[in-house]
């Protein structure tokens, strides 16, 4: 079975920081595309950024310059460096990975259970 796991969450002031960090563990063969998704408050869940197994990103333009996403050398825990916060920051984000996983190696895509990030005026 397979978990993502988020952690790093938490209430910062306007213009702080915050680092993500979700990691995957289980029966894993490979992992592709890892990337970060947000739910607002009363909104749509949203794409943030992505990071490919071979270290290419992107980021949406509402958090381009701000944020960056990485990952570790084993390429199994993907960070979110979340800087220069605004209030319209403030969601529940969401870590999710394109990997093979299982007896049947399996090519799937994989959600963590979301980590509340809350960013005060």
């Known amino acids: 079975q397979v978990q993502l796991v988020e952690s790093g969450g938490g209430v910062v002031q306007a213009g702080g920081s915050l680092r993500l960090s979700c990691a995957a563990s289980?029966?894993?063969?490979?992992?592709?595309?890892m990337g970060w998704y947000r739910q607002g408050p009363g909104k749509q869940r949203e794409w943030v950024a992505t990071?490919?197994?071979?270290?290419?990103?992107n980021y949406a333009d509402a958090v381009k310059g701000r944020f960056t996403i990485s990952r570790d050398n084993a390429k199994t825990t993907v960070y979110l460096q979340m800087n220069t916060l605004k209030p319209e920051d403030t969601a529940v984000y969401s870590c999710?990975?394109?990997?093979?996983?299982?007896?049947?190696?399996?090519?799937?895509?994989?959600w963590g259970q979301g980590t509340q990030v809350t960013v005060s005026s």
């Open positions: 990071i490919t197994n071979g270290g290419s990103t």
């Open positions: 999710n990975a394109l990997l093979v996983a299982g007896i049947t190696q399996r090519l799937g895509t994989y």
């Open positions: 289980g029966r894993i063969y490979s992992i592709n595309d």
